[in-house]
């Protein structure tokens, strides 16, 4: 079992930056992969950005490759996600997810462990 809290909600001016935290309890974090998700209201839940185990691989939608970050520190059981010039399409309700299975996957039906989600808001 894992469990997730995500913390770093906040509400910023497009061009902006937020970054937000996803602590993991449980002492296998390191043995999961970790994903963002964001989900808009009105809209489906969408990827954002994963990160294995080791941080050997991250993979980034293309909506956000070279403005967002993902990172982890398996010591701390902590996951990032840094989001620079943020627009104001990137509000959303922000997940982090869990995954046991060692294949990278942008399916959201593919991770096992959600957190309860925390909010960023870009005004134009």
């Known amino acids: 079992q894992v469990q997730l809290v995500e913390s770093g909600a906040g509400l910023v001016q497009a061009g902006g930056a937020l970054r937000l935290s996803c602590a993991a309890s449980?002492?296998?974090?390191?043995?999961?992969?970790m994903a963002w998700f964001r989900q808009a209201p009105g809209k489906e839940r969408e990827f954002v950005a994963l990160?294995?185990?080791?941080?050997?691989?991250?993979n980034y939608a293309d909506s956000v490759k070279g403005r967002f970050t993902i990172s982890r520190d398996n010591a701390k059981n902590m996951v990032y996600l840094q989001m620079n010039s943020l627009k104001p399409e990137d509000t959303a309700l922000y997940y982090c997810a869990a995954r046991a299975g060692a294949v990278p996957t942008s399916s959201s039906s593919q991770y096992d462990y959600w957190g309860q989600g925390t909010q960023v808001t870009v005004s134009s």
């Open positions: 990160i294995s185990r080791s941080s050997a691989l991250t």
């Open positions: 449980g002492r296998t974090f390191s043995m999961y992969m």
